[in-house]
């Protein structure tokens, strides 16, 4: 058994909040976000996501409650021999909807996120920022409850990274739990009233936003 | 569900044309991931082999059902010329006798014309044989019940027809039969062994195609795909590879019996081709033996997609 990450910490991601989760490199977000996400059991504490005891789960639960959660990860991990589309297609593909059906609403966000010129193209020829914008489709694209990104604006120049920031706000507003992890202090201050987790030496400490 | 017209300011469908060569339907396990021709080439081989062991084990059961009803139903009696005996009188009595037995159905003496022809292929024909004392032969063919009765008959001969020999080819058909049952007890143990050889195969090719696809695995799962939609994706491919192999080893065996049975044929009147003949029923496997084959070939496809499917599916059941 290796050294605890984070301990003793405690917190609660409250329906259609908005919070940045921020703190050093290797402090231990990204650990935060897979707990969250269930691909990581805690060695102990309790997880609830959804009202339930993570580790009560069954596999079909996970499953089923994944489908509740959109996630952008650090490195992306979009699959390879999938074009842009396919990729971010994903999530309602393996739901069992008809192509048919969604190609409009993933076109759609597609041209959003300044990729309507590269929905055929493969991961291997996307640009960093390109990569992530399509990460950031696919964890969006089926309008989850919780939506967990890692560093989605790590890749990306300023002006993007503050449209993409407005993205999470507005999807925030029509009622999505966000949890953005990143140690980007300007994006932070753009959106003044977020909370804030602080990960630090394994402890967290939380500062509710300034109000507007 | 409309957050995504209300986040990009557009009414979802609206002035939108997505274009027509959008590439939106690659498998998500990639072909390339899984050792498809070697995989076929086993596959192939393996059902060239079931195929052949099956096919040769349905020819020797046929074979051996039509010995078990032309022979068992017939027997011989054999008078051997004695000194100083009426031949003709002795197979006379003897017909007669057999006549009142029970459960015998047509007796026939066969002349001593007859008997010199059986004997002519040995001795050539340009050989006077009146000389000679030449056994003579009757055949009776017994009513067509479960079990004759023969029994009757050699204590009905014995009785009344001293010097009749009675033969039931009993002794030379149950060797025949001893034989044919342990060829295809011996094929069925080939095939289960071809067979299960083969789904290790298979094993062995779905689980590193798994740990080829780990990552994708690991994707689909955060996207929310259900355990049974991704083994799915696995068992579509692996169907495919068996229905190729399968098809392969499939035809290869139907070619290789439609060769043996025109090749029997060409040799059926060489020396020996009698015999094979006698074990094989001439190589010709018939409309049955093929739908079997290919029956045979279309079960290892879907063994092998069904297999593939149960082990992808028990290995994520393990994932956490
Ligand atoms: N699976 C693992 N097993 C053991 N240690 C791990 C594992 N994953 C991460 N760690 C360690 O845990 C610590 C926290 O990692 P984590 O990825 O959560 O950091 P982070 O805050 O996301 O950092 P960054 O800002 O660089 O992304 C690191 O020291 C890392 O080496
Ligand atoms: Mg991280």
Redesign the interface.
Known sequence: MGVEIVRDLSFSIKPQSFQFLTGPSGAGKTTLLRLM?L?L?PTRGIVKIFGQDASTLD??SI??L??RIG?VFQDF?L?D???T??NV???L????RV?ANY???V???L??VGLGER??ALPAVLSGGEKQRAAIA?A????PELLLADEPTGNVDPGLARRLLR?FV??HK???AVVIATHDLALMDQFGEARRLVVGDGRLQIFDGESP | MSAVPSLTGRQAGQDIQPDKALRRDMPLVPASSIAGRALVIVIAIMTFLACLTAGGAILVAGASQDWRGEVSREVTIQIKPAPGQDIDAAVAKAVETARKAPGVGDVRALSRQESEQLLEPWLGNGLDLTELPIPRLIVVRMQDLKTPDIAALREALAAQAPGANLDDHRLWLSRLDTMADAIVIFASLLFLLMISAMTMAVGFATRGAMAGNREIIEVLHFVGAADSYISRQFQTHFLRLGLRGGLLGGALAALFFAGASALSAWWTNSVGGEEIGALFGAFSLGGKGYAAILCVAIAIAFLTGAMSRIIVFRHLRRLQ
């Open positions: 996400l691909s059991k596999k079909d499953t089923s994944r489908r996630v991990r699959l021999h999938l074009t589309y396919e297609a994903l999530p593909r393996v739901m069992g192509e190609r409009a609403e076109v759609e966000l041209r959003w929905m055929n696919r969006l694209i089926a309008r993205l507005e999807l029509s009622g999505t």
